[in-house]
């Protein structure tokens, strides 16, 4: 091997590096209220002070970036925020799609971050 061919592999090599360890993420939504379980709010009342924020993540894997093996789900995040915080309704709640590299393929993941609160009657 020449030294210009050796400077180019490395080169290809340092930049097949970087290109694995990039990502990316983007701010899907901005939401006043949101539940995924059936509630009534006509006698409800609501004090966002009482939560706390909780956080969801959905996470499915693309094979070679070509192949799902499934797709993040948005309901599937917000109910495992929900779980954590014991509630049933969030508030303030902000969704995200991110995407990073992996060795043989891309994982894709949704998160909803909100305050998690339980629905009080009056």
Not at 1 to 25: E, G, P, Y
Not at 40 to 64: P, Q, S, V
Not at 69 to 94: C, H, K, S, W
């Amino acid at each position: 091997m020449t030294r210009t061919s050796k400077k180019l592999f490395s080169r290809l090599l340092i930049f097949c590096f970087v290109i694995l360890l990039t990502a990316c993420s983007a701010r899907v939504a901005d939401l006043t209220l949101v539940s995924t379980k059936n509630i009534d709010l006509t006698d409800t009342k609501l004090d966002a002070n009482k939560g706390a924020r909780y956080k969801g993540e959905d996470c499915k894997f693309m094979l070679f970036s070509l192949i799902p093996l499934g797709f993040p789900n948005i309901e599937t995040a917000i109910d495992r925020a929900l779980e954590a915080g014991n509630g049933n309704i969030m508030v303030d709640q902000v969704t995200e799609i991110s995407a990073y590299w992996v060795v043989v393929g891309t994982m894709q993941c949704i998160s909803a971050e909100g305050t998690v609160l339980n629905t009080q009657s009056k």
